[in-house]
């Protein structure tokens, strides 16, 4: 599993590896919010189909409707190169 535990919230935020990660994420801030599939589906703007697939890691699933869901949950997704060489240094603190 991808996703550290934050220490100020119970939610697991952090690296994503594979689709089970968002599956995960998504599954656990909706359960904090004691939400079933279907009002957090109501939430996002998809179906609930759409919200257990995600849940359950489903590699297919559609990018924009993904993307859709972690917005609607208020979360944003960053893409960084991946540098074995040069590991641990932040993008952002490069550009400097």
């Given at each position: 599993m991808g996703l550290a535990v934050s220490d100020t919230n119970i939610l697991p935020y952090g690296k994503i590896l594979s689709v089970d990660d968002i599956g995960r994420l998504v599954r656990s801030h909706r359960k904090?919010?004691?939400?079933?599939?279907a009002d957090f589906a109501a939430l996002c703007g998809v179906g609930v189909?759409?919200?257990s697939e995600l849940e359950n890691g489903k590699t297919t699933i559609?990018?924009?409707?993904?993307?859709?869901?972690?917005?609607s949950l208020g979360l944003e997704v960053y893409i960084q190169p991946r540098?074995?060489?040069?590991?641990?240094?932040?993008?952002n603190e490069a550009k400097g």
């Open positions: 904090s919010q004691s939400a079933t599939q189909r759409f919200i559609e990018l924009g409707k993904a993307l859709q869901v972690l917005k540098d074995w060489k040069r590991s641990g240094i932040d993008v």
